[in-house]
């Protein structure tokens, strides 16, 4: 049985409930953004490792709608009780510090009642709300995995309550024309990807490199095969006809990695040279000709690590007339 006096719970009952109200609605705060900020892919990461707390906030993190309406109602419920009981107990005990001032009772009692809602909103917004937001986002991955399983059993106390206020909630959403959403979006788009790229960049978890790299691996996949082909007249080749000390000289001045081989003229193509299969083939055998050069591929080498770009990129985007009378770019050996 609960102590009273007066009007009011026993001072020291009510003061521990008062912080035992506090520390849960840290708890969900806490919780609320934590499972909002920890990336899936990490907890899978995790959970190959053998982590146990991992795949429990698998689970959160999985069906992230109803555990943040778990938490939204949990900080919800704490508040209102937070106001319920703390700001009379706390009132209480301003009413000495104001009767020895020697307030009238009317004044007393205001002013501890101003005090009171004062303490305890300063306290609720600082302790249960401001800090573990600022520590949940810092470190969630830390949180989630030491709320994971007491929010689960939360959410299983009231899931009831949740799933009423869900359903409630979707049919005010459906009243205005739009469609509830049952799942939580966390694919980003390819300009978020760049934004989180260059965050990661800056916070130091990749190199300059690094981020360099996977720009242009943006930028490519915008590229079209008109962009990275030139027209056949404007090839540099080597003619299988040609002197071979001659042909070895076109490769040696030209500084290209790739060089098409042709017979006669530029519109039949027989193969081609990849300057990197040169260093390997004079290692292993001697080279005497032309034929000991080229493959016989006349679309890619041996050494190419995207043999279908032109294929791909150019079906659909540019079906100009002369658009399959090109082949593909020779690359400087810098960039290949």
Same mark, same amino acid.
């Given at each position: 049985?609960?102590?009273?006096?007066?009007?009011?719970?026993?001072?020291?009952? $009510?003061?521990? %409930? /008062?912080?035992?109200?506090? !520390?849960?609605?840290a708890? =969900?705060?806490?919780?609320? +953004?934590?499972? &909002?900020?920890?990336?899936?892919?990490?907890?899978?990461?995790?959970?190959?490792?053998?982590?146990?707390?991992?795949?429990?906030?698998?689970?959160?993190?999985?069906?992230?709608?109803a555990?943040?309406?778990?938490?939204?109602?949990?900080?919800?419920?704490?508040?209102?009780?937070l106001?319920?009981?703390?700001?009379?107990?706390?009132?209480h005990?301003?009413?000495?510090?104001?009767?020895?001032?020697?307030?009238?009772?009317?004044?007393?009692?205001?002013?501890?009642?101003?005090?009171?809602?004062?303490?305890?909103?300063?306290?609720?917004?600082?302790?249960?709300?401001?800090?573990?937001?600022?520590?949940?986002?810092?470190? $969630?991955?830390? %949180? /989630?995995?030491?709320?994971? !399983?007491?929010?689960?059993? =939360?959410?299983?106390?009231? +899931?009831?309550? &949740?799933?009423?206020?869900?359903?409630?909630?979707?049919?005010?959403?459906?009243?205005?024309?739009?469609?509830?959403d049952?799942?939580?979006?966390?694919?980003?788009?390819?300009?978020?990807?760049?934004?989180?790229?260059?965050?990661?960049?800056?916070?130091?978890?990749?190199?300059?490199?690094?981020?360099?790299?996977?720009?242009?691996?943006?930028?490519?996949?915008?590229?079209?095969?008109?962009?990275?082909?030139?027209?056949?007249?404007?090839i540099?080749?080597?003619?299988?006809?040609?002197?071979?000390?001659?042909?070895?000289?076109?490769?040696?001045?030209?500084?290209?990695?790739?060089?098409?081989?042709?017979?006669?003229d530029?519109?039949?193509?027989?193969?081609m040279?990849?300057?990197?299969?040169?260093?390997?083939?004079?290692?292993?055998?001697?080279?005497?000709?032309?034929?000991?050069?080229?493959?016989?591929d006349?679309v890619?080498?041996?050494?190419?690590a995207?043999?279908?770009?032109?294929g791909?990129?150019?079906?659909?985007?540019?079906?100009?007339?002369?658009?399959?009378?090109?082949?593909?770019?020779?690359?400087?050996?810098?960039?290949?």
């Open positions: 049985m609960i102590a009273v006096r007066g009007n009011h719970l026993d001072d020291t009952l $009510a003061i521990l %409930i /008062v912080i035992l109200l506090i !520390f849960l609605t708890f =969900f705060v806490a919780a609320e +953004f934590a499972i &909002v900020k920890i990336r899936s892919t990490r907890l899978d990461e995790l959970i190959k490792q053998g982590n146990r707390r991992a795949r429990t906030a698998k689970k959160i993190v999985d069906d992230l709608n555990y943040l309406s778990t938490t939204q109602l949990g900080i919800t419920v704490t508040a209102l009780i106001g319920w009981i703390g700001e009379p107990a706390v009132s005990l301003f009413h000495p510090i104001y009767a020895w001032f020697g307030l009238n009772g009317t004044l007393t009692v205001t002013f501890s009642m101003l005090s009171g809602f004062f303490v305890v909103t300063l306290l609720s917004v600082v302790l249960g709300e401001l800090a573990p937001k600022g520590i949940a986002i810092q470190k $969630a991955e830390q %949180i /989630v995995l030491s709320i994971a !399983f007491p929010l689960i059993w =939360f959410h299983r106390i009231l +899931f009831p309550f &949740v799933w009423l206020l869900n359903a409630l909630s979707s049919g005010v959403i459906r009243l205005f024309g739009i469609r509830p049952t799942g939580h979006d966390r694919a980003l788009t390819e300009g978020e990807l760049r934004l989180t790229l260059s965050d990661s960049y800056k916070s130091g978890q990749i190199s300059q490199g690094e981020l360099r790299y996977m720009d242009r691996i943006f930028d490519f996949d915008e590229r079209t095969a008109r962009e990275v082909m030139v027209p056949r007249t404007e540099v080749c080597v003619y299988k006809e040609d002197p071979f000390e001659e042909n070895l000289e076109i490769l040696h001045n030209e500084k290209f990695t790739r060089f098409p081989v042709v017979e006669e530029k519109d039949h193509v027989i193969g040279i990849n300057i990197k299969d040169i260093f390997t083939d004079i290692l292993t055998k001697e080279i005497h000709s032309l034929d000991d050069l080229y493959s016989s006349p890619r080498s041996r050494n190419d995207n043999p279908d770009f032109a791909e990129n150019a079906e659909g985007k540019h079906s100009h007339g002369h658009s399959d009378r090109r082949i593909r770019r020779n690359f400087r050996t810098g960039n290949g």
